[in-house]
Nanobody, 115 residues
Framework: QVQLVESGGGLVQAGGSLRLSCAAS????????MGWYRQAPGKQRELVAT???????NYVDSVKGRFTVSRDNAKNTVYLQMNRLRPEDTAVYYC?????????WGQGTQVTVSS
């Protein structure tokens, strides 16, 4: 069993920054791929960024150059640094980890960007 807890969301003005955290209950990120997703009201959950176990990152076009995924293995935590935020980034942000036989999700953290 793995628990993922996101934190760091909040209200920010357009152009501002936030750093989200995804803390795991055990050491899993260094050996499993993870992803950041978001879901805006009335929309489907969408992929934002991924990080492989080796640390390779990928981003959807809409966040490239603005968002950065990083990892602290000692803290079992992955971060999503979000810069130059836009109103369209408003959503609940989730992290997940793919153990192969099961995908665990966190509970989400709300990010609201005001114009």
């Amino acid at each position: 069993q793995v628990q993922l807890v996101e934190s760091g969301g909040g209200l920010v003005q357009a152009g501002g920054s936030l750093r989200l955290s995804c803390a795991a209950s055990k050491s899993i990120f260094s050996s499993n791929a993870m992803g950041w997703y978001r879901q805006a009201p009335g929309k489907q959950r969408e992929l934002v960024a991924t990080m492989t176990s080796a640390g390779t990152t990928n981003y959807v076009d809409s966040v490239k150059g603005r968002f950065t995924v990083s990892r602290d293995n000692a803290k079992n935590t992955v971060y999503l640094q979000m810069n130059r935020l836009r109103p369209e980034d408003t959503a609940v942000y989730y992290c997940n980890v793919d153990l192969g036989y099961y995908i665990y999700w966190g509970q989400g953290t709300q990010v609201t960007v005001s114009s």
